[in-house]
């Protein structure tokens, strides 16, 4: 690593943008992206900005600060960009934020694709209502791909109140944390 961009933005997907236009054009990154809070960035470097970034990443880059300058002028790109020379104070001090700092998780798709998928699932969703089941043995699915057995105990439109059938505590699952709930069905004796 000879040199770190700081690239900072309002969209995650202007970041996501910006990160691909940086490696066609050459520059070539020392790992992956890295996620950190816009205000200590902000703290760090002193100086306060008129906009106000909701996303920020620290990318290790391998070539020199006046290649990767050079590059970067170049270009047209959708966020702030600030590099960092392997000889500032700073580079030291970011270079060692960069080990422990979680990887950027970036989306996948453009953001035309993302839009039409969310407008298909929205004239394809109807509301439904779960209050009916409210105390009764459910099967929550959740995205990650884990199945939990349990008793639905409160459902509303942030999520639902879950109690598992183990005996653990209580969760509250968000409905972005849930891919479906399973009502076992009842048995005619």
Known sequence: MKSIAIVRATDI????????????????????????????????????????????SLVPIMQDYDFSRGIIKALTLYSEVLLIDESSELFSRFSRLIQVLPDLDLPDQPYKEIKKQITALQEKTTSVYLGVFVNKKVQLHTISGKVNDGILRNADPIGVFFEPQDGSSPVFFTWHDIKKIVIPREEKG
């Not at 990154?29 to 902000?42: L, Q, T, Y």
């Open 13 to 56: 997907l202007k970041i996501r943008s910006t990160l691909l236009e940086m490696n066609r054009a050459g520059i070539e990154f020392d790992g992956g992206p890295k996620e950190i809070n816009p205000a200590s960035v902000e703290k760090v470097l002193s100086r306060p900005t008129e906009k106000n970034y909701e996303f920020c």
